[in-house]
T-cell receptor
Framework: GNSVTQMEGPVTLSEEAFLTINCTYTATGYPSLFWYVQYPGEGLQLLLKATKADDKGSNKGFEATYRKETTSFHLEKGSVQVSDSAVYFCALPSINDYKLSFGAGTTVTVRA | NAGVTQTPKFRILKIGQSMTLQCTQDMNHNYMYWYRQDPGMGLKLIYYSVGAGITDKGEVPNGYNVSRSTTEDFPLRLELAAPSQTSVYFC???????????????FGQGTRLTVV
């Protein structure tokens, strides 16, 4: 079935540093790809998504491009802030059995 | 919009007790899910449902039961609570995707459960 492999953390950065979190996927067909974010003490919320190859999802300064050739969907932000401290999950739906597959999550801490 | 609402937010159970975690959504979503998240770990799927009257097991169903009598509600039942069930539980819902899969999921705020 469909699955994702996500770079594990934790990742600690200084404010204004560049952030990359790697995500690669295995899938039948070309499902939508998602990045979710979980702020401390909260549930997951959708950060961005891409629905087809070469699509770029973006939100809150974060970007990720759906790369069919490398089966990747890496998350990037050019200048992180303390408020970006959170756990980030890569995810994709399973076309045939209705399940969502999540990566293990990457904990990001941004220091002032 | 309320979205996905979970109750309670916190609960402490004694070993052997039982309880029901409530989940309701007001978005008319067909698909609903229960996940657990252990400290420092990712999400593990407990049960899911593709519509009223239909439920199926996820990765870690043992010790849990679910029902889906309406589109809106998807309660999770813990029977004979054990320390291994100490976790944060998340309910989520989604619509079917265009290709027969699902679209993005909307999550509740979570229930933090401690079994002592």
């Amino acid at each position: 079935g469909n699955s994702v492999t996500q770079m594990e953390g934790p990742v600690t950065l200084s404010e204004e540093a560049f952030l990359t979190i790697n995500c690669t996927y295995t899938a039948t067909g070309y499902p939508s790809l998602f990045w979710y974010v979980q702020y401390p003490g909260e549930g997951l919320q959708l950060l961005l998504k891409a629905t087809k190859a070469d699509d770029k999802g973006s939100n809150k300064g974060f970007e990720a491009t759906y790369r069919k050739e490398t089966t990747s969907f890496h998350l990037e932000k050019g200048s992180v802030q303390v408020s970006d401290s959170a756990v980030y999950f890569c995810a994709l739906p399973s076309i045939n059995d209705y399940k969502l597959s999540f990566g293990a999550g990457t904990t990001v801490t941004v220091r002032a | 919009n309320a979205g996905v609402t979970q109750t309670p937010k916190f609960r402490i159970l004694k070993i052997g007790q039982s309880m029901t975690l409530q989940c309701t959504q007001d978005m008319n979503h067909n698909y609903m899910y229960w996940y657990r998240q252990d400290p420092g770990m990712g999400l593990k799927l407990i049960y899911y449902s593709v519509g009223a009257g239909i439920t199926d097991k996820g990765e870690v169903p043992n010790g849990y039961n679910v029902s889906r009598s309406t589109t809106e509600d998807f309660p999770l039942r813990l029977e004979l609570a054990a320390p291994s069930q100490t976790s944060v539980y998340f309910c989520a819902s989604s619509l079917p995707g265009a290709q027969g899969g699902n679209t993005e999921a909307f999550f509740g705020q979570g229930t933090r459960l401690t079994v002592v």
